[in-house]
C-alpha cells in the first residue's frame, strides 16, 4: 500500500499551514546563490497545492513571505518579487483547472504595486472555485496581525462599534486576518528547524506540529503524505485528559 492510500480521508486536517523552510540551504549546497533555490521551490509548491487538492483538504497556508524577509538583501528580495509575479502569472491557470480558489493575507501594501495587482488578478480570477483553498501568507508575521486586530478593536470601541465588556476569544478571532477559516490542525516545516517563526501565533495554540529535515526544493507530495499520516496517528484532546488512559493509571 502506498503512502496516499494509508491516508484516512474522513479524518483529514480540514487546515493545514506550511513554513517553507531551506531554499538557501538547498541552493547553497548545489553552489548557487539564494534565488536558485527560491526558483526550484515552485515545483514543490506544485507539488503540496496538488496533493492537498486531491486528498480534499479544504484550506493549505503557505508562509510565502514574512515580515522580517523584508530585512534581507535588494537584490534577493527584488528576485523574490519577481518570482512571485511570474509564478503567479504561470500558476493560475492550472489553478483553476483544479478548481483551487486564492487568498492572500498579510500586509500587502508593502508589496510592490506590480505584486499587488497580479495577485489581486488572480484572487479574483479564481474567486468562484470551491475546492482547496489556497492561503498565501505574504508579508505576514503574527505579532504584526494580532497587532492590527487590536488596532482595529481599539478603533471601533473609540466609536462606539465595541463593548470592551464583549471582548472574548471568539470576538478576537473575528479581527485576525484568518477569520475566515478555522485555526489549522496541522503545521508542517521543512529543512529541519523547530520553531514557528511568527507564524499564525494565535492560530496554533492546539495546532499539530511537524518537523521535517527535507530541504523545500526537495519536498515532494510523498512528504505531506508522510506528514498527515504522522498527523493521524497523533490522540488530539485539546488540554482534556484521555479518559480510557485516566482510567488504567488509576487501576
Request: charged share 25%.
Amino acid at each position: 500500500m502506498n503512502l496516499k492510500e494509508q491516508i484516512n480521508r474522513d479524518s483529514l486536517p480540514r487546515h493545514i499551514a506550511m513554513i517553507m523552510d531551506g531554499n538557501g540551504r538547498w541552493a547553497q549546497k548545489k553552489g548557487g546563490e539564494r534565488l536558485f533555490g527560491h526558483r526550484n521551490g515552485v515545483e514543490s509548491v506544485r507539488q503540496v497545492v496538488e496533493a492537498a487538492g486531491e486528498l480534499g483538504v479544504e484550506f493549505l497556508t503557505l508562509y510565502a513571505f514574512s515580515t522580517e524577509n523584508w530585512k534581507r538583501p535588494r537584490t534577493e528580495i527584488d528576485g523574490l518579487m519577481t518570482l512571485l509575479t511570474s509564478t503567479i502569472a504561470n500558476e493560475t491557470r492550472k489553478l483553476n483547472e483544479n478548481n483551487v480558489r486564492l487568498l492572500v493575507i498579510g500586509n500587502l501594501a508593502d508589496l510592490p504595486k506590480s505584486v499587488q495587482k497580479h495577485l489581486m488578478n488572480s484572487v479574483n480570477f479564481l474567486s468562484g472555485n470551491t475546492g482547496l483553498t489556497l492561503v498565501l501568507a505574504l508579508s505576514y508575521s503574527g505579532r504584526w496581525e494580532i497587532t492590527e486586530a487590536v488596532k482595529r478593536m481599539c478603533q471601533d470601541a473609540r466609536s462606539g462599534k465595541l463593548d470592551p465588556d464583549s471582548i472574548d476569544a471568539c470576538l478576537v478571532e473575528s479581527y485576525l486576518a484568518t477569520s475566515f477559516m478555522p485555526d489549522p490542525e496541522l503545521l508542517i516545516r521543512t529543512s529541519g528547524e523547530r520553531r514557528i517563526s511568527n507564524f499564525l501565533l494565535w492560530q496554533l495554540a492546539y495546532t499539530e506540529l511537524y518537523f521535517t529535515p527535507v530541504l523545500w526544493p526537495d519536498y515532494r507530495k510523498e512528504h505531506f503524505y508522510e506528514a498527515i499520516i504522522d498527523y493521524q496517528r497523533r490522540e488530539r484532546r485539546f488540554g482534556k485528559v484521555d479518559e480510557k488512559r485516566a482510567i488504567t493509571l488509576n487501576n
